[in-house]
């Protein structure tokens, strides 16, 4: 490693011993090393090393770092020492990670891929303030609240989140209804201002006005005049109930069913 680069001390320690299973990396060897399953070492990906050779001329082409299907259970403080403040866009999904604290390190990051991680709800980012796209497809986040009001503090500038297939984001694939598909949409847009794109679709201006009418009134009145979608359905005809819902998923034709919801 090159004398200008110092060992980031304060980088915190978000998993067991190294006896207890957590891959190290030795990159004066290139290797991974995993004590848990006592592997055979495996060579780190060349791209892991060369697509971050960060040179002035090429450093929009370079940010970018992948570190999928890798077997990790936490970013390697190598990786964080090397590359953080660099890098722009990471991806480490398909690993086992269920701690993102070693992102704060990387000031420059405004793309992340987490997807296919057993990250819950239980999981915070650190401050991310120019993050503006986040991936967690298929993670364990099993709760909305508190868990999205965490988001929008540590990402407050997010205009692409996915969050399909946790059980947190109901759909028809993990046995959620159609209402609970739509309260779940409107509630995340209604924390996010900037959000431009939710899951697999744009977010509409209607479902923005929607989501501000129905989630950022007071909390008491909310209580004393509830509004939501079963009281929708109970004052209005089917015809133009579904109407309305056309109109807040974007959709040009009522009979263009979403089989993703």
């Not at 990906?45 to 040179?55: K, L, Q, R």
């Amino acid at each position: 490693m090159d004398d200008d680069q110092s060992y980031i001390h304060s980088y915190p320690s978000v998993q067991p011993p190294p006896d207890e299973g957590v891959i190290s990396v030795d990159v004066s060897r290139d290797v991974l090393v995993d004590s848990m399953t006592d592997m055979s070492e495996t060579p780190i990906p060349p791209d892991i090393i060369a697509s971050v050779d960060m040179t002035n001329e090429n450093e929009e082409e370079n940010g970018r770092l992948t570190l999928a299907y890798e077997r990790l259970y936490e970013i390697p403080k190598t990786i964080v020492e090397r590359f953080s403040d660099h890098v722009k866009y990471l991806d480490i999904s398909h690993n086992k990670i269920t701690n993102l604290d070693a992102l704060v390190y990387f000031k420059s990051l405004t793309s992340l891929i987490a997807d296919d991680n057993p990250i819950t709800e239980n999981c915070c980012l650190p401050p991310l303030p120019k993050l503006e796209l986040l991936w967690l497809n298929r993670c364990k986040v099993a709760s909305l609240y508190p868990w999205v009001g965490k988001l929008k503090e540590s990402c407050p500038n997010l205009q692409y989140l996915s969050l399909m297939g946790n059980p947190a984001a109901p759909s028809y694939f993990n046995g959620g209804t159609f209402y609970e598909y739509l309260q779940y949409r409107l509630f995340v847009i209604s924390q996010f201002p900037a959000l431009n794109h939710l899951d697999d679709r744009k977010v509409t201006e209607d479902q923005r006005l929607e989501a501000q009418r129905l989630y950022k009134r007071p909390f008491f009145e909310r209580i004393a005049k509830p509004v939501g979608l079963s009281q929708i359905s109970s004052s209005a005809t089917w015809n133009s109930f579904q109407n309305k819902i056309t109109t807040l998923l974007g959709k040009d034709k009522p009979n263009n069913r979403n089989l993703l919801i």
